[in-house]
């Protein structure tokens, strides 16, 4: 689910084009493959819906595409809550960069508010690369650099990590994906049954996944875990899976959204996140570099 004003930008794309949505540049594309959206502001993929083998005749409903989008963003220098935020480099509040010792600075990192810079676009017949960076330095001695590729069959986002300091740094990352559902109560997590968890809504308590995930209210937790997942909510069943990750999170703040979420849009996502947490930080020495990657398609029966 996209807000309408993004859905009316698309609709009125041939091909490919820059546009301003929500007072921040995103660039569109609408092929016969399917259609994505993409904001400069934090290289964050807002929307993806592949068309199979035959595009539509008339443009696709909102609800169409695979990630959801809050129809309330927040005004900048805010970032978007929706599509897939670049979390870097650290989650959460958990500030492991080196320059950051007091534990301040933006939740989930600069990353996700920063502008980035579109450097390359592959296009072929199949589909489309993208490859961006930041236009401003975000760390003393990490860089980030992101690649988003979508096609008929899948949508695939890379954030690469390099080290070009000195010293060796601490990092944790996110892709914080959120997923468009019919309802969240409905969906459930599947290939999650045994793995370990922290459960954030009980102080960090460790215990251990009974059986598939089932959403019956509010939900905060990181399971360690660096299997596929599958995210059925009963209509469509998608296949999430991932590089250089041994964290799964799984969100959803029941019937208590944030402000920028309206209680009526709270329902329509879910996040399951391929992360790097507290459980699996990543050490780099210099000249290393990591690959926290997510390919998103359909799951078969």
């Given amino acids: ?45 807002l929307h993806y819906l592949p068309y199979g083998a035959t595009p539509p005749d008339a443009p696709p409903h ?25 979390c870097w480099p650290w989650f959460a509040d958990e500030h492991t960069a080196d320059e950051t010792p007091d534990r301040s600075g933006p939740m989930h990192g600069p990353a996700r508010k920063a502008e980035w810079h579109l450097d390359a676009v592959d296009e072929h017949e199949e589909g489309i690369e993208l490859h961006l ?22 949508l695939h986002v890379e954030l690469i990590t390099e080290h070009r300091g000195e010293t060796p740094a601490k990092m944790t990352a996110a892709l914080h994906s959120y997923f468009a559902v019919a309802e969240a ?47 059925d909510d009963g209509r469509r069943r998608l296949r999430i899976a991932k590089q250089g990750s041994d964290s799964t999170v ?37 000249g290393a570099q990591h690959l926290l990657a997510a390919t998103i398609s359909e799951a078969t029966a």
Wanted: net charge negative.
């Fill in 133 to 154: 960076s930041p236009t401003q330095r975000l760390h003393s001695q990490l860089s980030p650099r992101a690649v988003i590729q979508a096609n008929a069959q899948r």
């Fill in 250 to 286: 799984v969100w959803h703040p029941g019937d208590a959204p944030p402000d920028d979420t309206p209680i009526d849009a709270a329902p329509r996502f879910l996040c399951v996140e391929t992360a790097c947490t507290r459980l699996d930080p990543v050490w780099l020495v210099p």
């Fill in 62 to 86: 909102q609800d169409a595409g695979w990630l959801w989008v809050t129809p309330t963003p927040q005004d900048l220098p805010g970032a978007i809550r929706g599509g897939i935020p670049l």
């Fill in 185 to 231: 109560q409905r969906c459930r997590v599947e290939g999650l049954a045994g793995a370990r968890y922290l459960d954030k809504n009980q102080g960090f308590a460790e215990q251990f996944q009974q059986g598939e995930l089932g959403i019956r209210g509010p939900v905060d937790r990181i399971y360690e875990s660096n299997r596929v997942t599958i995210l």
């Fill in 1 to 45: 689910m996209i807000p309408s004003s993004l859905r009316e930008l698309l609709d009125a794309t041939q091909g490919q084009r820059q546009a301003e949505w929500a007072g921040r540049n995103v660039w569109l594309a609408r092929e016969s493959w399917g259609e994505i959206a993409v904001s400069l502001q934090g290289a964050q993929v």
